[in-house]
């Protein structure tokens, strides 16, 4: 049986013969796993040459940024903290606060225009707005949203949580 076709089959027509079934789940996705997807998506980035994530407890991020240029800037460290979670299905916006940078901001200015460029990512000061929705969109992926009841993103000691709560509906 191809579980695949099935499983597409099912997908594309609203999963009719789930109807009422439930779940939820935490996925660890540890701090090897989520650099490796970071330094994939940011592959031939002119902005940012490396980005290294650290998973720390308290729903808390360090970061360490290389921008392309200036070449002679030193790497960039700081924090970041997720200060707001999705609120689906209304607002799917994932709200984090940089923290530490003191006097690169204006370095870590030059990343932004790279943050702003990717769907779904936009940089305000201190701030920074990951849109689940448009997110997913650039991946064809939005529909994953119709099923999610809750979702929320944390982390533990060098893994990034996600929790979530689904369900098919009638």
Known sequence: MDFLKLFADQERDGFPDLVGSEGQAAVRVSERLLNTILSEQLSGSNSIREVQLSPRAGSRLGVRLVLVKPSFLPPISFDVTIEKQPSLPDD??????????????RFAGLAAGFLNSVPGVRMEGQRVFIDLRAALARHGLTRVLDYVKDVAVGTEEGKL??????????
């Open 92 to 105: 799917p916006v994932l709200g984090l606060t940089l923290s530490g940078l003191g006097g690169l901001l």
């Open 161 to 170: 949580v996600v929790v979530f709560a689904a369900a098919v509906r009638g």
